[in-house]
Nanobody, 114 residues
């Protein structure tokens, strides 16, 4: 089992910045992929960004150039730096750990006001 604890999020004005962090614990494998997904009201959950334990990052087109994902393998944590936030970025953001199965955090609300 893997447990994920998210922190960060909150309310910010359009054009502002926020950071999200996620700490993984439990049966952590040395090779894994962690990332962030988001779900807005009435919409399906969608990928935001992922990063492998080797440091390879993947971004959704709608966040490229604005969001940066990073990780600290020694601490089993990932961080999502979100800049130039837009009202359409408003959603619940979920941390994800993948290794032959998905584990999810409880979610953290990000609200961007116009």
């Amino acid at each position: 089992q893997v447990q994920l604890v998210e922190s960060g999020g909150g309310l910010v004005q359009a054009g502002g910045s926020l950071g999200l962090s996620c700490a993984a614990s439990g049966s952590i494998r040395s090779r894994n992929t962690m990332g962030w997904y988001r779900q807005a009201p009435g919409k399906q959950r969608e990928l935001v960004a992922t990063i492998t334990s080797g440091g390879n990052a993947n971004y959704a087109d709608f966040v490229k150039g604005r969001f940066t994902i990073s990780r600290d393998n020694a601490k089993n944590t990932i961080h999502l730096q979100m800049n130039s936030l837009k009202p359409e970025d408003t959603a619940v953001y979920y941390c994800n750990y993948y290794w032959f199965g998905d584990y999810w955090g409880q979610g953290t609300q990000v609200t961007v006001s116009s």
